[in-house]
């Protein structure tokens, strides 16, 4: 089984940057729909970027939920079994605690069925 540990949250304000990480650890995701989710105070936790290996398994297809498309980008080093969640342009919306997840496919991840493991979660706080 794999496990899954985020990090690099933190406060900025508006318009700043955070790249978050998740790493793991037992087995390799480079097979693993991988995805991040948030869930803000008061709030369901939702989907927010997913990876997964294209039916070729020659590259990555990523999937956006609308509010973060343009300037989000998931990614993944596979050599260092690690993925990641570039944030840019941060709007106080995106405060949240992010999450990472790994699952069988990527269909199945957006709505969070099929979770094989889910990492500890990160804060992000974006002050206006």
């Known amino acids: 089984q794999v496990q899954l540990v985020e990090s690099g949250g933190g406060l900025v304000q508006a318009g700043d940057s955070l790249r978050l990480s998740c790493a793991a650890s037992?087995?390799?995701?480079?097979?693993?729909?991988m995805g991040w989710f948030r869930q803000a105070p008061g709030k369901e936790r939702e989907f927010v970027a997913v990876?997964?290996?294209?039916?070729?398994?020659?590259?990555?297809?990523?999937y956006y939920t609308d509010s973060v498309k343009g300037r989000f980008t998931i990614s993944r080093d596979n050599a260092k079994n690690t993925m990641y969640l570039q944030m840019n342009s941060l709007v106080p919306e995106d405060t949240a605690i992010y999450y990472c997840?790994?699952?069988?496919?990527?269909?199945?991840?957006?709505?969070?069925?099929?979770?094989?493991?889910w990492g500890q979660g990160t804060q992000v706080t974006v002050s206006s």
């Open positions: 997840a790994a699952g069988r496919s990527p269909l199945e991840l957006r709505v969070g069925v099929g979770v094989a493991s």
């Open positions: 037992g087995r390799s995701i480079s097979t693993y729909a």
């Open positions: 990876s997964s290996l294209s039916g070729t398994k020659t590259y990555y297809i990523t």
